[in-house]
């Protein structure tokens, strides 16, 4: 579990960015947070894994032991133990493209190995195991000796997923995990992250409404700085009128439209129910 308690965060200049932002997010669920572009959500992102501090307020999170503990509070060993259980995927995937798949699994775990092991990259035949076993849950067990760098971005976002997977995290963060993802990877990437939801909170930001109204269970939406909803994942073009504003009509003018039906007999057909991106209620 983690919870965000009213955070705010400020530039140097005293300009505030997070404008008291909370919330709580518990197991089994997975929580999609949209909202306009500079609206704060990788920011709050930033302070629910300890990685920026916010000005005021605290984000407190459960660990495996079901120890309660304040991120903005901890420091040194504390801190580096609580993040070592936040898992955190990214847009650019944050891969070793020279390394092969199954070392960029294996190296999640660096952090939590004697700094000699580390050092020359000393892992037993039993962690290299679990991390091909983390990689054939992803589906990429068959590319775990491939070089990252040869890789889809589809593919290689499963490989971040499994790294992730493979430090075992109490709460799994997502920073726009499929923005650079074709429609088809992206659902893929989604309906992964999905079931591990059972096992982990998960919670990340997104900028495609019509796959998170699918796959999240709650969304958020930060506008300005402050949370402007939070609830269930039906969502209308009304709602979402008011959250983006002008940037929505743009964001509608670049949703990919269905092909009209045609009487060329090699017209290809219309996709099956549930896929593709489906429109928003009025």
């Known amino acids: 579990m983690i919870e965000a308690r009213n955070i705010t ?41 300890g990685l920026t501090q916010p000005t005021t307020g605290e984000v407190v999170f459960t660990d495996h032991r079901n120890h309660a503990i304040n991120l903005t509070r901890s420091q040194g060993k504390e801190l580096r133990r609580a993040r070592q259980q936040i898992g955190v995927i ?41 991390a091909l076993e983390t990689l054939e849950k992803v589906k990429v067990a068959h590319l775990a000796h491939r070089t990252v760098g040869s890789l889809s971005g589809g ?49 990340g930001v997104f900028h495609q409404p019509e796959i998170i109204t699918e796959f999240c269970t709650r969304i958020i939406a930060i506008k300005d700085g402050r949370v402007v909803r939070d609830g269930g994942n039906g969502l209308t073009r009304a709602e979402m009128l008011d959250i983006y504003g002008a940037e929505w009509s743009e964001m509608e003018a670049h949703r990919p439209r269905e092909t009209p039906p045609t009487e060329n007999p090699l017209h290809q057909a219309p996709s099956a129910p549930g896929r593709g991106l489906r429109p928003l209620p009025a």
Do not use: H
């Open 155 to 203: 593919e290689m976002q499963r490989v971040a997923i499994a790294r992730a997977m493979y430090q075992q995290p109490a709460i799994m963060l997502a920073d726009e995990p499929i923005a650079n993802l074709d429609p088809s990877n992206a659902r893929k990437i989604m309906q992964l992250l999905k079931p591990l939801a059972e096992e982990m909170p998960i919670i």
């Open 90 to 130: 990214f847009q650019g995937f944050n891969l070793v493209k020279r390394l092969s798949a199954i070392d960029n699994v294996l190296i999640g775990q660096l952090g939590n190995i004697n700094w000699l092991r580390s050092l020359f990259y000393g892992f037993t035949d039993r962690e290299a195991l679990l």
């Open 9 to 49: 965060k400020s530039t140097k200049e005293g300009v505030p960015i997070l404008k008291g932002i909370s919330f709580k997010v518990e197991k089994g669920e997975f929580v999609g947070i949209l909202g306009p572009s500079g609206a704060g959500k990788t920011l709050t992102m930033r302070c629910l894994n």
